[in-house]
């Protein structure tokens, strides 16, 4: 598992290591490892006659450049530091001089000739952007075609909460120490980190064990989801209550119910308006007419896709709530839903709304929402005490009370923003919530298989539909366990 920590986190852990360490030496671990990151990124044997640009801002972040640069400069490369802060640092920039590296007054010349780019402008305490001065230097490293390395994260972005207010530095890799800053797995920052890469500084022993942030790998999916046993039967492996579709959206039914068939479930147990449709897709789909009394044994509830308006959904959606079983609330259910509704239940409830819906519920715009993904998906979870799957590019999960770590989700592809894939989504994470899955296990399990087999559907490349989704999660499924 990736785990990440804020940066008032990662001052204390990295005073308390210094105070054991030899004075400097906290940063040549870093500087060593992002040396070698840069031989690695330059290719076997091209060290040597490479041409390598620094920008090296005030304080420890450009001192890190400038003692990488020195080793770089060591193994044959012609290194050349670009001074943008009110005072660089003074060892590395000592170091650089005595290993052949110079320092030049004109920035534009040495970087059009560069293979790579270090950007040390800012540190992880950097905020609102890049400063002006140094906005055409930052254009001119991106317009090169040197590849850019963000020494800790790239300059301009917010390691906290990743937003980007202002002009930032896109790079093509960063390199980080010791952990993992928030602001490097959630959009829109992680666009301007390209390929991430951790550089153990010994910083463990003095974090301490709970994340601000973590995004989950495949041996942590494998360990999470619910398989048979002998004596399984469809009641043990979970009954899902799926209450979707309508006249208007009658393809919401046949893929939250496709999520949740492929999804683990023993049974799924539809009600609403289009079950006919249903069950000509799914005939494995149970169907209820009757009156809500008449539904039969649910472990869990999917309610909400493409449900519409009206006194129905509205009624539904009260019966469903009031049951004492988890219940995840989804699309057009969101717009029925109260703070006071969810903090009645007894059982835990999961909300899903994309950036819009959230926007709503949170009384905001979208754009404030986009911008600031943590706070808002923190915001929700605590207003409404429930735990909250927000979709988008980067899918956060937090936790109902909005405490505790907040789950990124590492897979996915932009193909996967198309009609129904969020239905689909609802009636996987359903599944695993009838599955036994606590609602936090069950929304990271189920967006990190989602966006798996959207990659396989699309195979990297290609336009996808949300069946084509829900026809791959199996293949996903399969990759996960078999890691």
């Known amino acids: 598992m990736r785990t990440a920590h804020h940066v008032e986190t990662v001052r204390a852990a990295e005073a308390a290591l210094m105070a054991r360490l030899p004075e400097g030496a906290l940063m040549q671990k870093a500087a060593a490892g992002l040396a070698a990151a840069c031989c690695s990124l330059l290719g076997r044997g091209r060290v040597y006659g490479s041409r390598v640009v620094l920008l090296v801002g005030s304080g420890d972040n450009g001192g890190d450049a400038l003692h990488a640069g020195a080793r770089l400069a060591r193994r044959g490369a012609g290194v050349t530091a670009v001074l943008l802060g009110a005072r660089a640092h003074g060892a590395g920039l000592a170091a650089l001089r005595a290993a052949g590296g110079r320092v030049t007054e004109d920035p534009y010349e040495a970087l ?15 905020r609102g952007g890049l400063r002006p001065e140094a906005v055409p230097v930052a254009r001119a490293a991106r317009g090169s075609g040197a590849v850019v390395v963000a020494v800790d994260l790239p300059s301009g972005v917010d390691a906290d909460t990743g937003e980007v207010e202002g002009e930032a530095l896109r790079a093509d890799a960063t390199v980080t120490f010791g952990t993992y800053k928030p602001g490097l797995l959630v959009d829109p920052a ?36 619910p398989a048979p046993a002998a004596e399984s039967d469809k009641y043990r492996r979970g009954v899902v209550g799926v209450f979707a579709g309508s006249d208007q959206y009658r393809g919401a039914a046949v893929l939250a119910v496709a999520g949740a068939l492929r999804g683990g479930a023993g049974a799924v147990r539809y009600v609403g308006r289009v079950g006919d449709m249903v069950v000509r897709a799914h005939p494995e789909t149970l169907v209820h007419t009757g009156p809500w009394a008449g539904v039969g044994r649910v472990q869990a509830w999917v309610a909400g896709p493409g449900v519409g308006e009206g006194p129905d959904p509205e009624v539904a959606m009260r019966h469903i709530l009031a049951t004492d079983v988890p219940v995840l609330v989804d699309a057009d259910g969101l717009r029925h839903l109260t703070p006071e509704a969810v903090h009645e239940r007894s059982a835990p409830t999961l909300l899903t709304p994309h950036a819009g819906e959230a926007a709503a519920l949170l009384g905001t715009d979208r754009a404030e929402v986009e911008a600031r993904r943590l706070a808002a998906v923190r915001e929700l979870a605590a207003r409404y005490g429930a735990t909250v799957l927000l979709k988008g590019s980067t899918t956060l999960v937090c936790g109902p009370g909005g405490t505790g770590p907040v789950r990124v989700n590492p897979t996915g592809t932009p193909w996967l923003a198309t009609a129904g894939s969020g239905d689909v989504l609802s009636g996987l994470a359903g599944a695993l919530l009838a599955g036994g899955l606590g609602p936090v296990d069950a929304a990271s399990c189920a967006a990190y298989l989602h966006g798996l087999a959207a990659r ?10 949300a069946t084509e989704v829900a026809g791959s999660l199996r293949a996903a499924w399969q990759d996960v366990r078999e890691s």
């Open 112 to 126: 059009a000739a560069a293979d790579l780019v270090l950007d040390g402008i800012t540190g992880i305490g950097g």
């Open 190 to 225: 992680r666009e301007y980190a390209g390929a991430l890469r951790l550089v153990d500084i010994g910083l463990a022993a003095t974090l301490p064990s709970v994340p601000d942030a973590e995004a989950l790998q495949h041996r942590d999916v494998a360990r999470l989801l």
């Open 456 to 465: 396989r559907a699309s195979a990297g490349a290609g336009p996808i539909t």
